[in-house]
């Protein structure tokens, strides 16, 4: 079974909600509004991942991701609620230089893309899906090193998350 | 258009506009959700090069995004944190507003 993904009615409908969720997230006024946006926009991107074959990435996406991380956004914007929308006011300066920078930024990138010849360098006919098997061996053998220091780091990471966060005690 | 290409192009727009959103907003949280988005826009790269790349047996890919995953994960964690202790000392999420070390 050589399946190889061909760009179809799935893929174009899966960017079309990473896209638009992701211009909503940055554009719109009400955060709550944005971070809803912004979870979308995830769940477009996990849906790519899952049609890209990669099962177990794109779950992950949607457990690490839309799971907590989107919930983590809206937990920290009504904590921060008095802040306001604002004040009324969105943009940082002036949005026409920065939107200019970001779009030569997106010119730059995707001609960098038409001209390369990526295309023609990789026709690879990989059938499977990366398994889920595999990918535990992986990790406990070539990548354990890293997992281990990812667990370290994790473990830092959230107490240090929690320990800035706890409200300062009189003494 | 093949597959690749279209993933990468994806991924190209995702960045510009995560780019936009970090340069352009006030909010810090805006911001955050920016650099999420520019993450997440790498990780759909690597995984494009993985499924279209030359030895996908070798999984390089996945396990890339796998830890890219988590170290985001903890990212936003400290980051929001940060903003939560931030706006309880200037009473504001506004980044033009957080313009002094000593409060």
């Given amino acids: 079974m050589n399946w190889r993904p061909e760009v179809d009615v799935a893929f174009v409908s899966l960017a079309a909600l990473t896209i638009g969720g992701g211009i909503a997230a940055i554009s719109l006024r009400n955060l709550i509004h944005c971070a809803l946006c912004f979870a979308t926009c995830l769940l477009g991107i996990a849906g790519i991942f899952l049609w890209l074959g990669a099962q177990f990435v794109g779950f992950a996406q949607i457990l690490v991701y839309v799971g907590a991380i989107s919930i983590l956004v809206v937990f920290a914007i009504l904590l921060t609620r008095g802040a306001g929308n604002e004040n009324g006011q969105r943009w940082f300066g002036s949005p026409l230089v920065s939107a200019t920078i970001a779009v030569l930024l997106a010119g730059v990138l995707l001609a960098s893309l038409v001209a390369s010849n990526h295309a023609k360098a990789t026709a690879a006919q990989y059938s499977a899906s990366a398994p889920v098997a595999a990918i535990g061996q992986k990790l406990m053998t070539s990548h354990v090193l890293a997992l281990e220091i990812i667990a370290l780091m994790l473990t830092a990471a959230l107490l240090g998350a929690v320990t800035l966060a706890m409200p300062e005690r009189k003494r | ?103």
């Fill in chain 2, 1 to 103: 258009m093949d597959a690749l290409t279209a993933c990468l192009t994806i991924s190209a727009i995702l960045f510009a506009i995560g780019l936009a959103g970090a340069l352009l907003r006030r909010n810090a949280i805006i911001v955050l959700i920016s650099i999420e988005l520019m993450l997440n826009a790498g990780n759909l790269n690597f995984l494009a090069f993985w499924r279209f790349g030359p030895h996908p047996e070798a999984l390089s890919g996945v396990m890339v995004v796998l830890f890219s995953i988590a170290i985001a994960g903890a990212e936003a964690a400290v980051g929001l944190a940060l903003i939560v202790n931030v706006y309880r000392h200037f009473k504001s999420t506004d980044l033009t507003v957080l313009d002094s070390l000593k409060g």
